[in-house]
């Protein structure tokens, strides 16, 4: 009989283990996609806030969290910022004659180099088409944030927004140090001198360091002259406001990087104002009610089954890591 249930007991973790890998490798892979596709057929999704002239309409589109592109989409993607839903959302805008405005509704501390750079692509394509841009400033624009907020009309922030922060951060960690306190040592073998740039088991070279100083200022380039252009302003006149540091709504307005104090609701009336009628007012995204009601739960009930979702975050993040990358972000 022991044996019978040693072989049952055994058979069990055998069918769970099977169960678990299979189910974890259609996670991994576009299982999530597809079902996306077919729960989901509209890709990007939208919805209607106001009711409205349908052939008048202004969209909504969230820039909340940090702009980094996570790799998901879909009603599975991680709560917050969703870069591949962004650029669809903006395309789809561009191509979209009755859509005559777009509100931005940021919320962030700014975030990758390229995906900022990829968002102010498409909304100064979206400008050419003759779309009015507004952006309304939540408690934070900063950095990535401002980046993407530099092409609106008009920009909105209220007194407590914090915003600024205009330049570029890169970090690598240097933990040779800590290496050589506890004995380790490492060998590395190399194509040509500048390979191990940035690498975190030595210190760098006074060749690394002005080369990685210099990809930073090209950078930091890049966003006075977006910032420039899309205030109006004089490059020397944005470089006194751009030394990284981060502005209140209202200093804001004094210096120029934001039009009015107001909330959400206040740019979207102006906005409304300046278009005419009575235009639909659509919004990008998932619908929060049902999105977190089925999305949300689905994953705690199957971090539940297979292991911490935090952990095994943190070892995607660990696999994925790709070193150090510019970011437009206000580090708090």
Do not use: C
Not at 169 to 190: H, R
Not at 227 to 256: H, K, P, Q, T
Not at 269 to 292: F, H, L, T
């Amino acid at each position: 009989m022991k044996r019978i249930i040693a072989v049952v007991v055994a058979l069990s973790l055998l069918v769970f283990g099977v169960v678990a890998s299979v189910f974890n490798t259609m996670w991994a892979s576009d299982w999530e996609n597809l079902f996306n596709e077919y729960a989901n057929p509209e890709f990007p999704p939208s919805f209607v806030v106001e009711a409205g002239d349908a052939s008048s309409r202004i969209a909504m589109l969230n820039i909340e969290g940090t702009i980094m592109d996570s790799g998901e989409s879909g009603m599975f993607a991680p709560q917050g910022y969703n870069h591949r839903l962004t650029i669809e959302a903006l395309k789809e805008i561009i191509s979209d004659d009755s859509i005559k405005g777009i509100l931005l509704n940021v919320d962030s501390p700014g975030g990758g180099v390229y995906e900022s750079a990829e968002v102010h692509k498409y909304l100064m394509e979206a400008k050419e088409a003759g779309k009015t841009i507004y952006s309304s400033m939540g408690g934070m624009a900063a950095s990535g944030g401002y980046y993407v907020s530099a092409p609106a009309d008009q920009i909105f922030a209220s007194e407590e927004t914090l915003t600024g922060s205009i330049g570029v951060i890169m970090q690598s960690i240097n933990y040779s140090q800590l290496a050589e306190d506890f004995g380790v040592e490492f060998e590395t073998y190399t194509s040509g001198d500048m390979k191990e740039m940035l690498s975190g088991t030595k210190d760098p070279t006074e060749e690394e360091t002005q080369y990685v100083q210099g990809m930073v200022d090209s950078m930091y380039q890049d966003f006075v002259t977006v910032v420039s252009e899309g205030r109006d302003m004089d490059e020397d006149e944005v470089r006194d406001l751009a030394d990284g540091r981060i502005y209140l709504g209202g200093d804001a307005v004094d210096n120029g990087l934001v039009d009015q104090i107001g909330y959400v609701e206040d740019a979207l009336s102006n906005m409304k104002e300046n278009i005419g009628g009575n235009p639909e007012v659509i919004e990008y995204g998932y619908d929060g009610a049902n999105r977190v009601s089925f999305s949300y739960k689905a994953k705690s009930f199957i971090s539940g089954l297979f292991g911490n979702t935090e952990i095994a975050q943190i070892e995607s993040l660990l696999r994925n890591r790709q070193g150090a990358a510019p970011m437009y972000l206000y580090e708090q």
